[in-house]
C-alpha cells in the first residue's frame, strides 16, 4: 500500500539555522516524490519534485530509495519558510497523489 | 499557467440540502481532475478521480451517491454535496494533473470551506 509518513507535526526553529522535515514513504515500486508548501490562506504549491533534482527556495530533497525517505532540508531558514509542508507521493502508473499529514515549519525571528 | 479556479471558497448551507462546488482550469485541460478533503490541521485525504467523460473513480469509504463528480468537459469538474449532514462540514480541495510533454505535478485550487448548520 502507499503511504506517507511525515512525523512532525511541527518543527520550529530560529532564523538562520539549518532545516531537515522528514518524509518517509511506503511504496513497491518507483515512486515519484513532491513536497508541496501552503502558506497561510493561501493554496497548495508545488515546491519540488524528486526527478527534476531543482532547488527551489534555498530547499533541496533528495530521493534515497535505500531509506525509503524524502527529506526536505534547506540550510538557513528565512521567516517567510514559516509554512505547512506537505509530503507526497505518485505511485507508478496511477496518477493518484498520496499525501503525508504534514509538518508546521515555524521559523523564529 | 496551471491555474484551477475554485468556487465558491465559503458556504453555508442547511442541513438537508445539496451543495454545488465547482473546478475550473483555466489556462489549460484537465483530463483528470481530483478532490480532497482536508479536516482541521490533518492532511488531505483523497475522495475520487474525476475523469473527463467518464464516471469518478471513487476511494474507499467515500459514499459515492453522497459526493457526486460530474467532469462533462476538459475544464470544468464539479463536487456535489446531496442531502448535507453537518458531518460533511469540511474543506475541500480539488486539483488537476498538469502535463508538459509528459506528466509534471499537480496544481490545487483554494479550497471550499463548507459548512452545514
Known amino acids: 500500500a502507499q503511504r506517507v509518513t511525515q512525523p512532525e507535526k511541527l518543527l520550529s526553529v530560529f532564523k538562520g539555522a539549518p532545516v531537515e522535515l522528514k518524509c518517509n514513504y511506503s511504496y513497491s515500486g518507483s515512486p515519484e516524490l513532491f513536497w508541496y508548501v501552503q502558506y497561510s490562506r493561501q493554496r497548495l504549491q508545488l515546491l519540488l519534485r524528486?526527478?527534476s533534482r531543482e532547488s527551489i527556495k534555498g530547499f533541496t530533497a533528495d530521493l534515497n530509495k535505500g531509506e525509503t525517505s524524502f527529506h526536505l532540508k534547506k540550510p538557513f531558514a528565512q521567516e517567510e519558510d514559516s509554512a505547512m509542508y506537505y509530503c507526497a507521493l505518485k505511485g507508478g502508473a496511477t496518477n493518484k497523489l498520496i499525501f503525508g499529514t504534514g509538518t508546521l515549519l515555524a521559523v523564529q525571528p | 499557467g496551471a491555474v484551477v479556479s475554485q468556487h465558491p471558497s465559503r458556504v453555508i448551507c442547511k442541513s438537508g440540502t445539496s451543495v454545488k462546488i465547482e473546478c475550473r482550469s483555466l489556462d489549460f485541460q484537465a483530463t483528470t481532475m481530483f478532490w480532497y478533503r482536508q479536516f482541521p490541521k490533518q492532511s488531505l485525504m483523497l475522495m475520487a478521480t474525476s475523469n473527463e467523460g467518464s464516471k469518478a473513480t471513487y476511494e474507499q469509504g467515500v459514499e459515492k451517491d453522497k459526493f457526486l463528480i460530474n467532469h462533462a468537459s476538459l475544464t470544468l469538474s464539479t463536487l456535489t454535496v446531496t442531502s448535507a449532514h453537518p458531518e460533511d462540514s469540511s474543506f475541500y480541495i480539488c486539483s488537476a494533473s498538469v502535463s508538459r510533454g509528459g506528466f509534471y505535478g499537480y496544481t490545487f485550487g483554494s479550497g471550499t470551506r463548507l459548512t452545514v448548520v
Open positions: 524528486h526527478i
